[in-house]
């Protein structure tokens, strides 16, 4: 695998296991990888293939059973709860394949909330002016549409201003037109603001968006692929 020049992320041979004995399951299983700071990297693999858990293992929610695994000069494995969860506010936003949006909320509302524990959060309404959701800062997350609600989340997730945007199935619930808008903001966020977007995918479409792909299966990164021009999300069909 090539060496990304300023890696924002060192991993070496991470490994991650659940169970012991006769009901062990390897979720990682040596994966080593280096992701640069601004890149936009998508996870490609089946269920299964250790998507999922690789990202928890980034983004501070989740520790490998051996391994190492590094944010700039944070050592992340092996760190205690108190710093990863310090690790995870001040430098990490998560977008999930469902909002977790609060339903009594206004949508300024839902991403002020954030903005509490963030140390220099950008404007409510400059987060929400980059997913253009600023006609509808007012409303209910019931008076969203799916597209709506998931590019809310994104807002929720860089009003913080974070270095790395960790994106799980960001369009798995969402149609096909809905889908490409939100991951034009997503790829606006990593162009515009230069953060640092790995994103979780199964649809291999969505894939030519990306600086590089990282294919995945049985807990291995089995090969890569590098693009020399991304597609718009315009151009993605699927």
Known sequence: MAVPANPIFVARALRKTYGSGATEVVALRDVSLEIAAGEFVVLLGPSGSGKSTLLNILGGLDVPTSGEVW?????LDG???????????????????????????????????????????????EALGLVDLLPRRDH??????????????????IVKRPDVLLCDEPTGALDFATGKRVLEAIADINQRLGTTAVV???????????????????????????????????????
């Open 71 to 75: 944010f700039a000069d944070h050592r």
């Open 79 to 125: 760190a205690d709860e108190a710093a990863l969860t310090r690790y995870r506010r001040e430098h990490v936003g998560f977008v999930f394949q469902f909002y977790n949006l609060i339903p009594s909320l206004t949508v300024r509302e839902n991403v002020a909330l954030v903005t509490d524990i963030a140390d220099h959060p950008m404007d409510i309404d």
């Open 140 to 157: 209910f997350p019931a008076q969203l549409s799916g597209g709506e609600q998931q590019r809310v989340a994104i807002a929720r997730a």
């Open 200 to 238: 979780i995918t199964h649809n291999a479409a969505i894939a030519r968006m990306a600086d590089r792909v990282l294919y995945l299966g049985d807990g291995c990164i089995q090969r890569e692929e590098r693009h020399a021009q991304r597609a718009t999300a315009a151009e993605v069909a699927w």
